[in-house]
């Protein structure tokens, strides 16, 4: 248990997550329904007003590129009038855009400046074939020194990833595999998820060609995550907002919606656009990716906490197979390159020594790269908060989000508490 004071600590008051299997574009809908329906479901998830906002951060990745909507921070003013003069900007750092977007609240709110702050992530994807959107997300890389002439290029990249461990310590892709499964199979028990109504078998998780074609090297179907649409927000407060507008919360909030939690630790570590030279900087270290590495323990050590023993459920960046495998090791479950021996001995599952996605991660709860940051923060809120449903970890307490921009170019790792931990 921590031993750290929380009285200067930002309180998550509440959240929401759209459905991820909505396809926006046929729905009759853009970017600004995103925006208007998760502003609104997370205002009112957390109990208060849009009058009561005090400052707005948006996380989004590629909105002039999909669709041509830039000036995004103005966005939720735009569609819901009681934030119209609100203070807002928006944030861009890949598929770690909302992340920035609440370290940036935080910020505001342990400065004192504000002390009530909302966040929205959001990506509309589904708007241009599946190919095309897929390029899209090349503008996270270095563009023209890395991408050019490779086709499907993340799933390029973390192939590249899984070559280096395999270098370096050995890979059977079956552990691979064995992550896509987890993961697509806690994403059915999760409503939002985007997967959540597919139906596999189990040659969708082995080397069938047909049943899970190959995408890139050994990279297959079921290692990549989808083209998504959706939205994520939450509702950041201070100590002193709380005992402004919620006397004795901490005994008293209620478990309906998202609930709350408590933020006692981060992490934020950012590194060059492209791979080869971060695998070179790291060849004679203990990780493949160090600076990942160190945005974690900085997360653990603002937590008080040692490492992973003291947490009870991780969400994790799985945009493909081989960036779990990282986090397992990365985040200190295994020594580094044994990332297989958790996966073997099932201490990922939601019942096991400590859940990884427990909602389905990236790879079954989808991954609109603008909100995906937020809404890992609305999922480890549900699970310290008892929220989770059908997902639920038991008995969860603190869990961890490590979310990532790029081939890790930015990494963001946050620590958030059960409200009533002390």
């Given at each position: 248990m921590s031993t750290r004071s929380t009285s200067g600590s930002v309180v998550v008051l509440g959240g929401h997550q759209t459905d991820f299997a909505v396809n926006t574009a046929k729905q009759g809908g853009d970017i600004s329904d995103l925006v208007r329906q998760v502003t609104e479901a997370a205002l009112n998830d957390a109990g208060i007003d849009a009058g009561q906002v005090q400052s707005i951060h948006v996380g989004n990745a590629f909105g002039q590129l999909y669709t041509g909507q830039g000036h995004l921070g103005a966005m939720p003013a735009t569609v819901v009038d009681?934030?119209?003069?609100?203070?807002?900007?928006?944030?861009e750092a890949a598929c770690a855009s909302s992340s920035m977007a609440v370290l940036s609240a935080m910020a505001e709110i342990e400065a004192g400046r504000y002390h009530c702050v909302l966040v929205v992530g959001v990506e509309q994807e589904k708007c241009m074939p599946s190919a095309q959107a897929a390029e899209v997300q090349n503008a996270a890389a270095w563009v023209g020194h890395e991408t050019d002439g490779v086709q499907f290029f993340w799933p390029y990249v973390f192939?590249?990833?899984?070559?280096?461990?395999?270098?370096?310590?050995?890979?059977?892709?079956t552990h691979l595999r064995a992550i896509g499964e987890l993961n697509?199979?806690?994403?059915?028990d999760n409503p939002n998820a985007q997967t959540r109504d597919?139906?596999?078998?189990s040659d969708s998780f082995g080397d069938d060609d047909r049943a899970n074609p190959v995408v890139v090297g050994r990279?297959?179907?079921?290692?990549?995550?989808?083209?998504?649409?959706g939205a994520a927000g939450v509702v950041l407060v201070s100590?002193?907002?709380l005992a402004e507008h919620r006397p004795g919360f901490g005994q008293t909030a209620s478990v309906a919606g998202t609930g709350a939690s408590r933020i006692v630790g981060w992490g934020h570590a950012t590194a060059g656009l492209a791979l080869e030279p971060k695998l070179a900087r790291s060849a004679n270290d203990t990780y493949v990716m160090p600076h990942v590495r160190a945005a974690i323990t900085d997360a653990y050590r603002r937590a008080a906490i040692e490492g992973p023993?003291?947490?009870?459920?991780?969400?994790?960046?799985?945009?493909?197979?081989?960036?779990?495998?990282?986090?397992?090791?990365?985040?200190?479950?295994?020594?580094p390159g044994e990332s297989w021996k958790a996966i073997e001995e099932g201490e990922l599952e939601r019942t096991g020594r400590l859940p990884v996605n427990p909602s389905g991660g990236l790879i079954g709860g989808g991954h609109p790269v603008g909100a995906t940051g937020a809404r890992m923060l609305v999922d480890v809120t549900k699970q310290v908060a008892g929220t989770a449903g059908d997902y639920q970890v038991e008995g969860a307490r603190r869990a961890a989000t490590l979310n990532i921009g790029g081939s890790t170019a930015t990494t963001a790792c946050f620590i958030v508490e059960s409200i009533d931990t002390n």
């Open positions: 009681g934030l119209w003069g609100k203070p807002a900007m928006r944030h192939d590249k990833v899984a070559d280096e461990y395999d270098r370096r310590f050995g890979l059977d892709d697509l199979r806690n994403a059915k597919w139906q596999l078998s990279l297959r179907r079921n290692d990549v995550t989808q083209i998504t649409d100590e002193r907002w023993d003291q947490l009870d459920a991780i969400e994790t960046h799985d945009c493909m197979t081989p960036s779990e495998y990282m986090a397992i090791d990365h985040f200190g479950i295994t020594a």
